[in-house]
């Protein structure tokens, strides 16, 4: 079945960028999501990415997306303390979202 | 505003209390689902439904019952709990369509003495 994988944790101070990886196992993907988890909240989609694209930018937000080595990242410029959060990945599995294990962001002052 | 709405948000209970989870939306989204989060696993799919009366299971659907009676409402029952289902739960929607982004409630955090 499909598996979406990320590094567990990142850690970035405040006004550096920050990158955050995700690898995905099921190549007949067509959108792939980024969502972010404040704590005590539900998940909040930040931005998705078409995979007939290799870039989406969208303010702070740059998603690159590598189909060939099934890759996907995100990049937040100018990380802010307010950032910091659980950041998911998401793949489209049949009739459900096939999410990874969220990067937990830490931005310090 | 649009919404998906959980209550309650928080519920601690015993082993064997018959409990339901409600989810409601606004948005006159078709599809609706129940995830749950546990810790290093991501979040996991417990049922689904396509629309009224359409409902099917997910990948971890053991001890857990649906129904889609009207197309705002996805409840979500556990009958008989276990510790096993403490957990935190999402219910979410979207328009139909494979590739719709989901739109998703805060969550209800269960714990099951």
């Known amino acids: 079945g499909e598996d979406v994988e990320q590094s567990l944790f990142l850690s970035v101070r405040e006004g550096d960028s920050s990158v955050i990886n995700c690898t995905y196992t099921d190549s007949s993907s067509t959108y792939l999501y980024w ?27 740059t998603v690159l997306l590598n189909k060939k080595d099934k890759h996907l990242s995100l990049r937040i410029a ?23 294990t969220g990067t937990r962001l830490l931005v310090s002052p | 505003e649009a919404q998906v709405t959980q209550n309650p948000r928080y519920l601690i209970t015993v082993t064997g209390k018959k409990l339901t989870v409600t989810c409601s939306q606004n948005m006159n989204h078709e599809y609706m689902s129940w ?15 396509m629309n009224v009366e359409v409902t099917d299971k997910g990948d971890v659907p053991e001890g857990y019952k649906v129904s889609r009676k009207e197309k705002r409402n ?14 935190l739960y999402f219910c979410a929607s979207s328009t139909w369509g494979r590739n719709q982004p989901q ?4 969550g209800t955090r269960l714990s099951i003495l």
Do not use: W
């Open chain 2, 74 to 87: 996805f409840p979500l029952i556990l009958e008989s709990p276990s510790p096993n289902q403490t957990s």
């Open chain 2, 103 to 106: 739109h998703f409630g805060d």
């Open chain 1, 78 to 100: 100018d990380t802010q303390t307010g950032d910091s959060a659980i950041y998911f990945c998401a793949d489209t599995g049949f009739q459900k979202l096939v999410f990874g």
């Open chain 2, 35 to 49: 995830y749950r989060q546990d810790p290093g696993l991501g979040l996991r799919q417990i049922y689904y439904s």
């Open chain 1, 35 to 61: 969502y972010k988890q404040e704590p005590g909240a539900g998940l909040q989609l930040l931005t998705y990415i078409f995979s007939n694209m290799d870039m989406k930018q969208d303010q702070r937000l």
